[in-house]
């Protein structure tokens, strides 16, 4: 699995996927679920009360942070350099906000002083932006977008999908109120969670609302009291063998250790685009804003970019990833994320493509 998720999920956590289902009151699952927050909030970097996994996958964590934070008529702006960006834009404009957005050229990062010139001219109720642009491969400027809003009343929401558990997130010093991810890209467990915090800045939006939150189902007034407190009230069926999975998913990385595992993603980068380049093959993004989870690389002219990746995958049981959106057909994307990101799987990869480009 060397595509843009999800990425190869270790034995250990297929074994605790299978473990027996355990009501999701049951005692003991309260304190599987008391851990896993514990585990969030270690590797998100916060002390926010309110980290859960919700039940979903990514585009569920961003449904919830959206549907709780926006109320019609609140001025939003969303910043756009890709796929990820512009479905958070559908979504705020579906719950009836002020859009505004500034875009970027897909492959290229949010520019800060474009940022800081339109929070100049207005004041927003949110900020929104994708740390990892997965259609791109673009590591946005996260902490220097935080520092703008810093002791300003505007809420920071940020996507960590594909970022969180390969390169760092730090969601307390970076100043974020409000992030989402996802379970099947560097924390490599199966698609099915999407791990949420809100600041004491977000909850107090959250409960300050003049509405109710429009979607019951990621309503987290409700969910809330499933996860926090004493007395455990049922709101949905949690997925239990789920969170089994992603409590040993994240036992795994911080068990390895979160520099650790940053540096074994960075580290396999650096070979597979080292090895790309010894191909004559060349990379989207310029190399200071590149991810190393995600590897945006240019097809060559006269090259059939689909029947390369049927080859790959047929040939050699590799997945890699087609372009979206303005760059479909123009570039194949090579995740290393989470599991994935090992000597093993760069060497192969490469092989793979050296025989099917020859
Ligand atoms: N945000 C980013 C940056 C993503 O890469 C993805 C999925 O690839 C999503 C959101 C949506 O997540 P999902 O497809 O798990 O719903």
């Not at 719950?95 to 800060?112: C, K, Q, R, S, Y």
């Not at 467990?189 to 791990?195: D, E, I, N, R």
């Not at 006269?302 to 590799?318: S, Y």
Request: glycine residues 10%; proline residues 5%; contains cysteine.
């Amino acid at each position: 699995m060397m595509g843009p998720g999800p990425s190869n999920v270790p034995d250990e956590v297929y074994a605790a996927l299978g473990t027996k289902t355990i009501g999701h009151l049951d005692p003991y699952f309260i304190t599987i679920m008391d851990e896993i927050k514990a585990q969030l909030q270690k590797l998100i970097k916060t002390s926010a009360k309110l980290t859960l996994p919700a039940s979903g996958t990514g585009s569920a964590g961003m449904e919830t942070c959206f549907v709780n934070l926006i109320e019609p008529g609140d001025d939003i702006l969303i910043l756009i350099n890709g796929v990820f960006g512009m479905r958070m834009q559908d979504l705020a404009t579906r719950l009836g906000a002020n859009v505004d957005t500034l875009e970027f050229e897909w492959g290229t990062p949010v520019i800060v002083d474009a940022v800081k010139k339109k929070l100049d001219a207005k004041t927003y109720k949110i900020v929104a932006v994708v740390h990892a642009e997965t259609s791109t491969g673009v590591r946005n400027p996260v902490a220097e977008i935080g520092a703008l809003l810093a002791a300003t009343d505007t809420i920071y929401l940020v996507d960590t999908v594909t970022s969180l558990g390969g390169i760092d997130v730090n969601m307390d010093g970076w100043g974020i109120d409000s992030l989402y991810s996802g379970t099947q890209k560097c924390l490599s467990c199966p698609p099915g969670l999407a791990p949420v915090a809100f600041s004491e800045k977000a909850v107090a939006a959250l409960k300050g609302r003049k509405t109710k939150v429009p979607n019951w189902y990621l309503d987290l007034t409700m969910i809330i009291k499933y996860w926090e407190g004493h007395t455990r009230a049922y709101h949905h069926t949690a997925p239990v063998n789920m969170l089994y999975g992603l409590y040993q998913a994240l036992d795994l990385i911080l068990a390895e250790g979160l520099d650790n595992a940053f540096e074994r993603h960075l580290e396999n980068h650096r070979a597979l685009v080292a090895g790309l380049e010894d191909l004559g093959l060349q990379m989207l993004v310029a190399e200071k804003y590149r991810l190393p989870m995600l590897n945006a690389v240019k097809v060559p002219d006269g090259v059939d970019e689909a029947g390369v990746r049927t080859a790959l995958r047929m040939e050699h049981k590799i997945e890699i990833g087609a372009g979206l959106g303005p760059l479909a057909g123009k570039i194949w994307r090579i995740g290393l994320m989470g599991h994935t990101a090992r000597p093993e799987n760069v060497r192969r990869v490469l092989a793979a493509l050296k025989t099917t480009l020859a």
